[in-house]
């Protein structure tokens, strides 16, 4: 390993995980690396393997990280892939986003931050962003949340939980 210490901020989509982690990141002077780069509505975790060749094994080495990021403007409910990005090896590295501190990677993370708020809260925040006609999507994309992280303990490892707050952005 080359030192880098990875920190995750996970929880649920609309909990406020990007309103802590920028400021986290900064506060760290760290890269921020969104798991929004890989998701979509389509495959709510099966993009895992390209987020471990393209991220995390280059940068657990030493080494930058190259990954191609979703293209979320041109196919938001595609798959289809966008600009390349490169995130230089650094002794810290914030990951966030939904499942960014899963089973999978727990064990090679320095720290592991939940973020939670209400439901109705989250959906409210994501309908605010995306708009009254992503609802079916967003009811959906938060039953698959629920069902993963109940599956794989994540909460339950986190080394802080915290509150994004019934007024928070995220």
Same mark, same amino acid.
């Given at each position: 390993? #080359?030192?880098?210490?990875?920190? *995750?901020?996970?929880?649920?989509?609309? &909990?406020?995980? #990007?309103?802590?982690?920028?400021?986290?990141?900064?506060?760290?002077?760290?890269?921020?690396?969104?798991?929004?780069?890989?998701? &979509?509505?389509?495959?709510?975790?099966?993009?895992? +393997?390209?987020?471990? *060749?393209?991220?995390?094994?280059?940068?657990?080495?030493?080494?930058?990280?190259?990954?191609?990021?979703?293209?979320?403007?041109?196919?938001?409910?595609?798959?289809?892939?966008?600009?390349?990005?490169?995130? +230089?090896?650094?002794?810290?590295?914030?990951?966030?986003?939904?499942?960014?501190?899963?089973?999978?990677?727990?064990?090679?993370? *320095?720290?592991?931050?939940?973020?939670? *708020?209400?439901?109705?809260?989250?959906?409210?925040?994501?309908?605010?962003?995306?708009?009254?006609?992503?609802?079916?999507?967003?009811?959906?994309?938060?039953?698959?949340?629920?069902?993963?992280?109940?599956?794989?303990?994540?909460?339950?490892?986190?080394?802080?939980?915290?509150?994004?707050?019934?007024?928070?952005? &995220?």
């Amino acid at each position: 390993m #080359s030192g880098t210490r990875l920190v *995750a901020v996970d929880g649920p989509s609309g &909990s406020g995980k #990007s309103t802590l982690a920028g400021p986290l990141a900064d506060r760290l002077r760290a890269p921020l690396v969104p798991i929004d780069d890989f998701v &979509s509505w389509n495959d709510f975790a099966g993009w895992w +393997p390209r987020f471990e *060749a393209q991220v995390l094994e280059p940068l657990l080495t030493g080494h930058d990280a190259v990954y191609q990021q979703r293209d979320w403007k041109g196919d938001e409910f595609g798959d289809r892939l966008g600009p390349w990005r490169r995130v +230089p090896a650094s002794p810290v590295v914030v990951i966030e986003g939904v499942t960014s501190s899963r089973r999978a990677v727990a064990d090679r993370l *320095a720290c592991s931050v939940w973020v939670e *708020a209400p439901a109705a809260v989250r959906l409210e925040r994501g309908l605010a962003r995306d708009g009254e006609d992503h609802r079916e999507v967003w009811q959906k994309w938060m039953v698959e949340e629920a069902v993963f992280f109940e599956r794989d303990g994540t909460r339950s490892r986190a080394d802080f939980t915290t509150s994004g707050g019934a007024d928070a952005s &995220s």
